[in-house]
């Protein structure tokens, strides 16, 4: 049974640039969550998926940011017109009763 | 509001050596605590969890935690390190209601000198 898979680990993008995160769940997974971790932190909420529907998005920045989680395929978390402060791991994680299961993370640099 | 902090931000032991990291929470309700730990270029694993019942869990790996509620703690132990052992390790705190979303703590850099 594969695991959370992220795709792409890294991703460099200069500012002004959109950025796209995808994260595929467990097999049986119908919950997604999104956190971020910036340098020397530890990981921040920013949202929490089920298949279409947002359900808790209380971490998301207001602006530039937004996630979707589509009947079919991967979670997305979008970032347009990324600035230099983005610069962070971004984990995803899918649940099954209560229990979150972490993906390998995708490193955004901002130039 | 809801957080988690852990007080020990870099830890560095010899092997054999016994390990306690420091986590203490603060939350409304009903909290469902984790240890999670991070190898060197890998993703975050579950160490541990309490939802209820016994205050002392053992994990994997030779640790354990106690939930000591009138101290709001959740402190991870183990009795001797090793060298493997180095990595980041987090606390997080999740609500029992609807979201589960997570709070995790600023982590804990364990470094173990062989």
């Known amino acids: 049974n594969a695991g959370v898979m992220q795709n792409p680990r890294h991703l460099v993008r200069r500012r002004g640039q959109e950025a796209r995160l995808r994260c595929s769940p467990m097999?049986?997974?119908?919950?997604v969550y999104w956190y971020r971790q910036l340098p020397e932190e530890g990981l921040k909420f920013m949202v929490y998926l089920q298949k279409e529907n947002i359900i808790d998005e209380s971490g998301m920045p207001k602006e530039r940011f937004s996630a979707e989680f589509p009947k079919e395929g991967p979670s997305i978390l979008r970032i347009q017109q990324v600035v230099r402060g983005d610069s962070a791991a971004y984990f995803c994680?899918?649940?099954?009763?209560?229990?979150?299961?972490f993906g390998p993370g995708t490193r955004l640099t901002v130039l | 509001a809801q957080s988690v902090s852990q007080h020990n931000h870099h830890v560095i032991l010899s092997e054999a050596a016994s390990l306690e990291l420091g986590c203490n929470y603060s939350?409304?309700?009903?909290?469902?605590l984790f240890w999670y730990v991070q190898y060197p270029g890998q993703h975050l694993q579950l160490l541990l969890k309490y939802f209820s019942g016994d205050p002392l869990v053992k994990g994997i790996k030779g640790f354990e935690a106690e939930f000591i509620k009138s101290k709001f703690s959740f402190n991870l132990r183990k009795p001797s390190v090793q060298w493997s052992d180095t990595a980041e390790y987090f606390c997080?705190?999740?609500?029992?209601?609807?979201?589960?979303?997570?709070?995790f703590g600023q982590g804990t850099t364990l470094q173990v000198k062989p």
């Open positions: 939350y409304g309700g009903t909290v469902n």
């Open positions: 997080a705190g999740g609500d029992s209601g609807n979201t589960g979303k997570l709070i």
């Open positions: 994680a899918s649940s099954l009763r209560g229990e979150q299961f």
């Open positions: 097999k049986g997974h119908s919950h």
